[in-house]
């Protein structure tokens, strides 16, 4: 399947010179428009992992919701919100109608002409003639055409109907209800050493999250927005020229591409600042923004490609689809050779950290802790792979004696008291080796593949060696005295 997706037959030989052009995301807006339900969850569920959007606000930007925007239970916003809808009464099939492809197609006209003249001083802020831009508002409605490089018309009358435009549109282009997400991303900071939360922002993180917030904006607004984006970047880059920095751009069109309808500077009130540092942001970045994030494009290619060979733990669990059935022996073959050496792969890695665990333990200094850890080893010592060069007997466990008599034999006459355990058990509890007998164990085997019989011969002999040096003691004893 991997291999269908990647390459593409061309038969015709006029073709074959042009270049490839792939597309990263065509797995992304394959998803979005075929099952946008799961799309949007997908997304959506990455937003809120990074930025944290209450019950309210998040059922706000899941279109659940109404927005609740700040002014708006003012008795001065109402009357606003009245004057403005008076103004907008007549609507053309351009200006204050909502956005459509066929407004983006005569605004892109603005845009072009705007492109080829980035070095008018002042531009976006020096109004132009307003009888000239209403013969121009008046042929973008009617949809006639223009032609703007005939030199009728100023780049500064362009690019105040450009704003216009934006500014009569029924809502900002980046919507309502994405409007308390962005005062979030605005407060997105680096965190120091200790864990506490610095004001220094944290550019990757609001990257991230403003990616995933213009995946979901409807697909017009995607489009201008992206479109004007572009524009106000390559303005921003010939400053030097026409004295618009970023953040003199942002504050030209914060108000009309991010604050609410119908509200006012006093509504906004400390918000002000942070929505125009964030145009600003998106002016300075607007070359990232619209790629989808690495694991949006893996998810959506695994969820038509079927094959989970890469997914990770905060992927989201998509449904595969249901692909051609000419495939689906290609996939199940994938999918089974991918499971054996999953299965071989896991088997491997269990018994190399079993070895580590074995030789931890056995390289602890002599405590009750060790020696209960290696009495679970013999209890189970299957656990241990064949072959192994790892220690594998544990020290035999001794009782102390805590009387005054038994501490002089054993500082006298070296003499450990031992005491055997019997088991009222009908299984016998296994024999426990000694750390003389390490040696020889490791030359005959691990204690799982030896038989009692050669542990008890083993312990046999060590009792003998030991009787021949309490006998060689005394001997020496006496004859001191």
Same mark, same amino acid.
């Given at each position: 399947?991997?291999?269908?997706?990647?390459?593409?037959?061309?038969?015709?030989?006029?073709?074959?010179?042009?270049?490839?052009?792939?597309?990263?995301?065509?797995?992304?807006?394959?998803?979005?428009?075929?099952?946008?339900?799961?799309?949007?969850?997908?997304?959506?569920?990455?937003?809120?992992?990074?930025?944290?959007?209450?019950?309210?606000?998040?059922?706000?930007?899941?279109?659940?919701?109404?927005?609740?925007?700040?002014?708006?239970?003012?008795?001065?916003?109402?009357?606003?919100?009245?004057?403005?809808?008076?103004?907008?009464?007549?609507?053309?099939?351009?200006?204050?109608?909502?956005?459509?492809?066929?407004?983006?197609?005569?605004?892109?006209?603005?845009?072009?002409?705007?492109?080829?003249?980035?070095?008018?001083?002042?531009?976006?802020?020096?109004?132009?003639?307003?009888?000239?831009?209403?013969?121009?508002?008046?042929?973008?409605?009617?949809?006639?055409?223009?032609?703007?490089?005939?030199?009728?018309?100023?780049?500064?009358?362009?690019?105040?109907?450009?704003?216009?435009?934006?500014?009569?549109?029924?809502?900002?282009?980046?919507?309502?209800?994405?409007?308390? @997400? +962005?005062?979030?991303?605005? #407060? /997105?900071? %680096?965190?120091?050493?200790? $864990?506490? *939360?610095?004001?220094? &922002?944290? =550019?990757?993180?609001?990257?991230?999250?403003?990616?995933?917030?213009?995946?979901?904006?409807?697909?017009?607004?995607?489009?201008?927005?992206?479109?004007?984006?572009?524009?106000?970047?390559?303005?921003?880059?010939?400053?030097?020229?026409?004295?618009?920095?970023?953040?003199?751009?942002?504050?030209?069109?914060?108000?009309?591409?991010?604050?609410?309808?119908?509200?006012?500077?006093?509504?906004?009130?400390?918000?002000?600042?942070?929505?125009?540092?964030?145009?600003?942001?998106?002016?300075?970045?607007?070359?990232?923004?619209?790629?989808?994030?690495?694991?949006?494009?893996?998810?959506?290619?695994?969820?038509?490609?079927?094959?989970? @060979? +890469?997914?990770?733990?905060? #992927? /989201?669990? %998509?449904?595969?689809?249901? $692909?051609? *059935?000419?495939?689906? &022996?290609? =996939?199940?073959?994938?999918?089974?050779?991918?499971?054996?050496?999953?299965?071989?792969?896991?088997?491997?890695?269990?018994?190399?950290?079993?070895?580590?665990?074995?030789?931890?333990?056995?390289?602890?200094?002599?405590?009750?802790?060790?020696?209960?850890?290696?009495?679970?080893?013999?209890?189970?010592?299957?656990?241990?792979?064949?072959?192994?060069?790892?220690?594998?007997?544990?020290?035999?466990?001794?009782?102390?004696?805590?009387?005054?008599?038994?501490?002089?034999?054993?500082?006298?006459?070296?003499?450990?008291?031992?005491?055997?355990?019997?088991?009222?058990?009908?299984?016998?509890?296994?024999?426990?080796?000694?750390?003389?007998?390490?040696?020889?164990?490791?030359?005959?085997?691990?204690?799982?593949?030896?038989?009692?019989?050669?542990?008890?011969?083993?312990?046999?002999?060590?009792?003998?060696?030991?009787?021949?040096?309490?006998?060689?003691?005394?001997?020496?004893?006496?004859?001191?005295?």
């Amino acid at each position: 399947s991997d291999a269908i997706c990647n390459f593409v037959i061309c038969n015709d030989s006029s073709l074959r010179s042009q270049p490839i052009i792939f597309n990263p995301d065509f797995f992304v807006e394959k998803l979005r428009h075929e099952k946008p339900e799961v799309f949007t969850e997908l997304v959506v569920s990455n937003i809120t992992r990074l930025i944290d959007l209450p019950g309210a606000e998040l059922a706000q930007l899941m279109g659940e919701e109404d927005p609740k925007l700040p002014g708006a239970n003012s008795t001065a916003s109402g009357f606003f919100r009245s004057l403005m809808s008076l103004k907008r009464k007549e609507k053309g099939v351009v200006f204050g109608s909502p956005l459509t492809e066929e407004g983006i197609a005569q605004v892109s006209q603005l845009i072009e002409y705007l492109h080829k003249n980035l070095r008018a001083e002042g531009l976006f802020r020096v109004p132009g003639n307003s009888i000239r831009q209403q013969i121009l508002k008046d042929a973008l409605n009617s949809g006639t055409d223009i032609d703007l490089d005939s030199g009728e018309f100023h780049s500064n009358d362009v690019a105040t109907l450009l704003k216009m435009f934006l500014g009569e549109l029924p809502e900002p282009l980046l919507t309502h209800k994405h409007f308390h @997400a +962005h005062l979030k991303i605005a #407060d /997105l900071t %680096l965190f120091d050493e200790k $864990g506490n *939360k610095t004001s220094t &922002p944290d =550019k990757e993180r609001q990257i991230e999250a403003l990616q995933l917030l213009f995946l979901i904006l409807p697909a017009p607004n995607r489009s201008l927005l992206k479109l004007l984006l572009d524009l106000l970047y390559q303005t921003a880059k010939k400053q030097d020229k026409n004295k618009m920095s970023a953040h003199n751009l942002a504050l030209m069109f914060a108000p009309h591409i991010l604050w609410p309808r119908n509200v006012t500077a006093n509504d906004l009130q400390e918000n002000i600042t942070k929505l125009n540092n964030g145009v600003t942001f998106m002016i300075k970045h607007s070359q990232k923004l619209f790629k989808a994030p690495v694991y949006i494009r893996e998810c959506a290619r695994l969820h038509y490609l079927g094959s989970r @060979a +890469h997914t990770s733990k905060d #992927d /989201l669990d %998509l449904l595969t689809s249901s $692909g051609s *059935k000419e495939l689906q &022996p290609l =996939k199940s073959q994938k999918r089974s050779r991918l499971d054996s050496c999953h299965q071989e792969e896991t088997q491997q890695r269990t018994e190399e950290a079993l070895k580590e665990l074995f030789r931890h333990v056995h390289n602890m200094p002599d405590s009750a802790k060790k020696k209960k850890l290696i009495r679970q080893f013999n209890k189970h010592p299957t656990a241990l792979t064949p072959g192994s060069d790892v220690p594998a007997s544990p020290a035999p466990r001794r009782t102390r004696s805590r009387s005054f008599s038994g501490l002089i034999k054993r500082k006298v006459l070296g003499t450990p008291v031992i005491l055997e355990r019997k088991s009222r058990d009908a299984t016998p509890e296994p024999v426990r080796v000694s750390k003389e007998n390490v040696q020889l164990l490791q030359k005959c085997g691990s204690p799982a593949h030896m038989s009692q019989a050669k542990l008890k011969s083993l312990e046999g002999q060590k009792e003998e060696s030991c009787r021949r040096m309490r006998a060689r003691l005394l001997s020496k004893d006496s004859s001191s005295l």
